[in-house]
């Protein structure tokens, strides 16, 4: 059974910058597209970057593109979001999903994804 587990959340001040944590156990990741969502209180969840079994990367988001950094690390089983100028609008619980065995293509959509980890809460104070 595919399990994910984020880590890294936690309370920042405006301006500073958290890198979070994404393991997958269970089953293989090196074959698996990963992506990163978030969920502010009240909105929907949105993406916010994907990253290809080659490394490839998109983001789905303008504003986020130039702060936000998606990366993985096969033998580690993991994938980071490195998170730079977080301002207070960043809050948000962020979530790590992951795609089925031999998915190539990269998604913005929650629904093209197969398992989910719990997510990591990040605030950012003024």
């Known amino acids: 059974q595919v399990q994910v587990v984020e880590s890294g959340g936690g309370l920042v001040q405006a301006g500073g910058s958290l890198r979070l944590s994404c393991t997958v156990s269970g089953s293989t990741f090196y074959d698996r597209v990963m992506g990163w969502f978030r969920q502010a209180p009240g909105k929907e969840r949105e993406g916010v970057s994907c990253i290809l079994v080659s490394g490839i990367v998109e983001s789905y988001s303008d504003s986020l593109k130039d702060r936000f950094t998606i990366s993985r690390d096969n033998a580690k089983n993991t994938v980071y979001l490195q998170m730079n100028s977080l301002n207070p609008e960043d809050t948000a619980r962020y979530y790590c999903?992951?795609?089925?065995?031999?998915?190539?293509?990269?998604?913005?959509?929650?629904?093209?994804?197969?398992?989910w980890g719990q997510g990591t809460q990040v605030t950012v104070s003024p």
């Open positions: 999903a992951a795609r089925f065995r031999g998915s190539r293509f990269c998604s913005g959509r929650s629904t093209d994804y197969d398992y």
